[in-house]
């Protein structure tokens, strides 16, 4: 006789999904949310975090918190991690989603979930982010210094924060993502926090995901808060001889981009802010260690 299949065995994967939608395109929030729901091979969990606003749309039965004010995406992700583990029985898995980001393919989480679950040593497994012309991927959407091959999966050593699945575990280790950076930079910070930590990363680059080809800086407090959270991320993890190489091949390659492009004085006026407020944030340099194996994945962090 046949014994009865294991219920267990037939579960499927687990995925808690954080999501902050800004309320500035309710259509495309729509459109975005509607491919998430399509995904096939997963159970889902979505919680829906108002950062400072009432969110206008909202999946079937996701949980939804709604913020007082807005306490920048990493803290808005943070308390929707939060809210789904005091839910109970959180899931092995953590997506964040970018509100206007897209699923190509019912099967892009299954998939990803199956790539982390082949690679334990990764925290975190990055999809290619692509137009929606799903070939088009920006050097800095490649979380990797070898950005003329975007096709070719690797370890990873940064992260494209609105589209990248962490293990529950790895990211409560580290205490999630840095609330104080508001917005830009706190994927480097926690991706160099999980590798300290013993993680790495992935970069799965035959798995896609869709996202509107913008430029960060057609938001106003892009060149500002970018150039003050460089310095005090680089403040917070690198070792005193890293600093000025770190910070000095920066410092060289982002004015020449702002005097090219604009943007320089709020550049100068991030910079000094990061340089005068860096002992507000707590140093926890990463290892030699660390800084050979994030060498080795192709991001050393003098550049």
Not at 97 to 114: E, G, K, Q, T, W
């Amino acid at each position: 006789m046949t014994p009865p299949p294991d219920p267990a065995s037939e579960r499927l994967p687990r995925v808690d999904v954080v999501l902050l939608p800004l309320n500035d395109r309710p259509e495309s929030e729509a459109q975005a949310q509607a491919t998430l729901l399509a995904q096939q091979g997963v159970d889902l969990r979505v919680c829906v975090v108002g950062n400072g606003v009432t969110p206008a749309v909202v999946p079937p039965k996701a949980l939804t918190i709604v913020l007082p004010e807005n306490i920048g995406i990493p803290g808005g992700r943070n308390s929707g991690a939060a809210a789904l583990r005091e839910a109970g029985d959180p899931a092995p898995w953590l997506y964040f989603l970018d509100n206007d980001a897209s699923f190509p393919r019912a099967d892009v989480l299954a998939r990803l979930v199956a790539e982390a679950e082949r690679r334990p040593e990764a925290a975190w497994v990055q999809p290619r982010l692509t137009g929606p012309d799903d070939e088009t991927t920006p050097r800095r959407w490649i979380p990797r210094l070898r950005a003329s091959t975007p096709g070719q999966p690797g370890k990873a050593a940064s992260m494209t924060e609105g589209v990248v699945l962490i293990r529950q575990e790895a990211f409560d280790a580290v205490d999630g993502w840095a609330d104080q950076l508001f917005l830009y930079h706190e994927g480097t910070d926690l991706a160099w926090r999980l590798y300290e930590a013993g993680w790495s990363g992935w970069y799965a680059a035959s798995i896609r995901m869709h996202h509107p080809l913008t430029e960060p800086a057609r938001h106003t407090l892009y060149h500002r808060l970018a150039a003050r959270n460089r310095i005090w991320i680089a403040h917070r993890n690198l070792p005193a001889p890293l600093l000025p190489l770190y910070l000095g091949a920066w410092t060289m390659i982002t004015l020449a981009r702002t005097v090219r492009s604009g943007g320089l004085g709020q550049t100068l006026r991030g910079m000094r802010e990061g340089w005068t407020s860096r002992g507000t944030q707590r140093r926890r340099p990463l290892s030699w260690r660390t800084v050979c194996r994030l060498t080795a994945a192709g991001r050393p962090p003098i550049i």
